[in-house]
């Protein structure tokens, strides 16, 4: 039983000090529409980068029915999103999970969900500067790939420049992230059709077979669940329009559009790559080159060009990521910011373009702290492995909290209309109940290591005792107040 007073506080719609009052858009966000947030959305799950590292764990855990996990994680994912887009109608605030979760459940659950998202984002941003690095050296200078310092240079002066163009404003940065999307999806496109006419044709390394989707050759539940693991990974980052609603041209629906548009845009292109790219090169070859398989691929399928087309489709592809990576966590630390859980002065923005400039310089630069101690200490760069190893569990913790949170809060509509029970009820009650079960089977299965297991834990551990500092001992107000 919910308490009484909290029902009052529902009906009258108390806003939380994060709930933005208004819907006028910060002025550089009157540029920033629907088109916008859907690149953004889409560079922050960046299909080239996310294929070049999982095509090979995908077909080691799924053997080559890899799509038939990527499509089956669609209607959940799309569930999730539904709850975003009505979380994001009752309340367009960047905060998104952390506000939402907080209003609807309780404040330190909402502490926690925003805890994890800067979590995965500051430690996602960490875990691409390298792999930046690496993927420019191997284009323009291959005898440096091997040195560390060069590698974490050229990743640290690339997190440098997508930082400086998200200080200029979404509409800039935006300006940056369209064609690298349209070339990252060319390439793709290209090498997807490229590919499923060469296995139409009979002449791929590993020749289709419709046994590929049964379970038996599937490798079983067991390799079902694994493949399902890296689905929701690959889908992760789909949610980067929603922290920019508030300086969206209509941020109150567009957000929530394009995250429904992005979800089903990145099944097509994930399923299609997938079936198309995985059988190209027998395993063994595509296990050798794991970490960029693509670059592999492209050559054996369309001639010797293609391996630096696809590398540059990575790197790319890679930036717009990392950029997309800053700009979500600085809106997320200006809603805690805001609300006293974070130094006040983080909440600060650009009065002509409504950016939080300050968050930004900083989630940068402790994304290049943490790039300097990997460099300087094995220990920590095993760290910062488990830790990082352990952000797709993280991630479906807040897709999961987000859908039910959706649910809870829009419970009084369900009855009034079929789409309402489907989209605010069924859909999102689906999706948070597969991030349970997927949360629950990969610890089960082992599919997350013990150790990375302890790391996420430790961190939640530590943002709860954050938590309770802030509310015990400094009394800040956010934890003070009632849920929605």
Known sequence: ????????????????????????????????????????????????????????????????????????CLLPMLGIAFGYQRLNRWDPS?????????????????FLCGWMILLYYTLGTSSLTIPAGTYTLELLAPAYVDHPLAVALTGGAWNVLVTVLALRGLRFAARFEWPIVIFQYAVLTIAAVAGLVALARGQL????????????????????????????FMYSGWDAAIYVNEESADRSQAPGRAAIASVLILALAYALCVLALQAVLP?????????????????????????AIMSLAVLTGTLATLQAAVISAARMSRAMARDQVLPHWLARVDPRTG??????????????????????????????????????????????????????QGRAELRRSAGNFVAGG???????????WVAVESVRTGAISNTALAYGAGSLALGLAYAVTLSRLRRVPFFQRPGA
């Open 426 to 436: 069924l859909l999102p009650a689906g999706g948070a109940l597969f991030m349970l």
């Open 1 to 72: 039983m919910r308490d009484p007073s909290l029902r009052a506080c529902h009906e009258t719609h108390v806003p939380s000090p994060t709930t933005t009052a208004g819907l006028t858009p910060a002025p550089d966000g009157r540029g920033f529409r629907l088109g916008d947030a859907i690149v953004l959305a889409l560079s922050g799950s960046g299909p080239a980068q996310t294929l070049a590292v999982t095509l090979a764990s995908l077909v080691a855990a799924s053997h080559y029915g890899g799509a038939l996990p990527v499509l089956i």
């Open 205 to 232: 390394a590993v020749p289709f077979s419709r046994d590929w989707f049964s379970l038996e050759s599937l490798g079983g539940t067991r390799g079902l669940v694994g493949g399902l693991l890296i689905a929701c």
């Open 283 to 307: 395993r063994e070859v595509l296990q050798a080159h794991a970490g960029n398989a693509l670059a592999v691929i492209g050559p054996a399928l369309l001639g010797s060009p293609w391996g």
């Open 355 to 408: 950016n939080p400039w300050v968050a930004t310089a900083v989630m940068s630069v402790v994304n290049l702290v943490l790039l300097a101690l990997t460099l300087a200490s094995g220990s920590i760069a095993d760290a910062l492995t488990n830790i990082v190893s352990s952000l797709g569990l993280i991630a479906i913790l807040y897709y999961g909290l987000t859908a039910a949170a959706a649910v809870w």
């Open 94 to 110: 960047s905060g998104a999970t952390y506000t939402w979760v907080a209003r609807t459940f309780h404040p330190y659950l909402g």
